[in-house]
């Protein structure tokens, strides 16, 4: 592909994520009600609602939210790193649905996750072989560990859907960087419980604090992001 119709495809590229954004918080309301009237979590229920959702009005400064958001991100992959950054796309518009279904109906569907780690592994930059090492390492690794304190707790501190998020993430950025996010996801989800979360009696969303975690790592590039990983884990 030449040039000009390289940037003519990435301008079409921010248009749809623009059209595609604006639409997530209808998705993840719509779910989440047809969860709440007794339909399976399962891909039929998923997408079904994703169909449902574009024949709703919009809202406002939902809608708005999610295309800005969507609409930058293209932008920037696009002008920083030129037509190649917007292999990323998948993931940014991944992530932002997760988020938003997450925030609605307190789940990280297996619909959406599970096909975002197999995007990962045929798209990002790693390479089929690391990139599904790095994703069963994260998920082995923070399964075992959401075992140990379900054991030890008597209770759930990290949810099945979030590790598949995360492994997911393992697969497009690898292994340290998803260490760098989950850190920082963390960090993001206790201060949101000691902020505003302290008196809820069950457990908050975490898919909103990995999705705004992961974005400087996704927004700045594979090679940038590779260096900043390096540079944290080596101080």
Do not use: E
């Not at 990435?10 to 007794?38: E, S």
């Not at 379900?150 to 497009?172: F, N, P, Q, S």
């Not at 898919?207 to 992961?214: E, F, N, Y």
């Amino acid at each position: 592909m030449t040039p000009p119709l390289a940037w003519l495809a990435g301008v079409i590229a921010v248009l749809v994520c623009l059209w595609g954004g604006g639409g997530l918080a209808r998705w993840a309301q719509v779910y989440a009600d047809r969860l709440d009237a007794g339909n399976a979590p399962d891909a039929r229920t998923l997408w079904g609602a994703a169909r449902s959702a574009r024949r709703l009005p919009p809202r406002a400064w939902r809608d708005g939210l999610g295309a800005a958001c969507a609409g930058a991100a293209a932008a920037w992959l696009l002008f920083d790193q030129g037509p190649g950054g917007l292999t990323l796309l998948p993931l940014c518009l991944g992530l932002g649905a997760l988020a938003w279904i997450d925030a609605r109906s307190g789940l990280l569907p297996d619909a959406l996750t599970l096909p975002l780690m197999l995007a990962g592994w045929w798209v990002g930059h790693q390479g089929l072989v690391t990139a599904g090492f790095a994703s069963v390492a994260v998920w082995s690794g923070l399964m075992a560990l959401a075992c140990l304190y379900r054991w030890c707790r008597g209770r759930d501190g990290l949810g099945g859907g979030d590790v598949k998020c995360l492994a997911a993430l393992a697969g497009w950025l690898g292994l340290p960087a998803t260490l760098v996010i989950l850190w920082a996801a963390s960090v993001l989800g206790l201060l949101w419980w000691a902020f505003a979360g302290r008196r809820r009696l069950r457990a908050y969303p975490f898919g909103p604090c990995i999705a705004l975690a992961s974005a400087p790592l996704i927004l700045c590039g594979p090679d940038r992001a590779d260096r900043w990983v390096t540079v944290m884990f080596s101080m």
